[in-house]
Structure formats: C-alpha cells, structure tokens
C-alpha cells in the first residue's frame, strides 16, 4: 500500500521560511520522480517542484523558482521541500504526489 506523508508545515512570516518533508512507503521510492503540489483557497492544484529519480533532475513553476528547492534523500524514502522568502501568496495547502499517488497535505499560511 503506497503512502506519503507530509509533514513540515505551519505558520511563517513574509520572507521566513519552512521546509516541508514528505515520507514515502508502499513502493521502489528511488526508482520514480517527486512531485510537490500546492492548492491554495479558491483556486485549482498547481504544479510546484518535480524531481528525478536520482534527484539530479529538478524543475520548479516560475512562482518559486529562486525562492524553493526540492531535494530527497534515498536512503530515508523522503522528499523535501525548502521555502524560503516566503510570501503571502504561497499560503496553500502543499501536497506530495508520486507513483500516482497523494499524500493529505500540510497547510503553509504565510502572514504577517
């Protein structure tokens, strides 16, 4: 049974930051990509952060690019993601997708 579980999330300041982690189980985690996914209210869930396999692929929406960084470690079946200058508009609720599944979510408010 696959199983993602985020955690990492909370409250911060306009330009603080949080790193999210999301811990995989149920499947070969160093065989397949990473996604992050974020939905914020009112609006559809957006593509955030992608990477490899091997985690030397990355790629980021232009919203954050600069400002996150997503990485994983093989060994721990987790994924990360770092955020820093945080801003108000990244407030959402941040999801972990992979293996063709979702993980329930960490809620990131960013206000001052």
């Known amino acids: 049974q696959v199983q993602l579980v985020e955690s990492g999330g909370g409250w911060a300041q306009p330009g603080g930051s949080l790193r999210l982690s999301c811990a995989a189980s149920?499947?070969?985690?160093?065989?397949?990509?990473m996604n992050w996914y974020r939905q914020a209210p009112r609006k559809e869930r957006e593509l955030v952060a992608v990477?490899?396999?091997?985690?030397?692929?990355?790629h980021y929406a232009d919203s954050v690019k600069g400002r996150f960084t997503i990485s994983r470690d093989n060994a721990k079946n987790t994924v990360y993601l770092q955020m820093n200058s945080l801003k108000p508009e990244d407030t959402a609720v941040y999801y972990c997708?992979?293996?063709?599944?979702w993980g329930q979510g960490t809620e990131v408010i960013v206000s001052s």
């Open positions: 997708w992979g293996f063709g599944s």
């Open positions: 149920g499947f070969t985690f160093s065989s397949y990509s």
């Open positions: 990477i490899g396999s091997s985690g030397k692929s990355t």
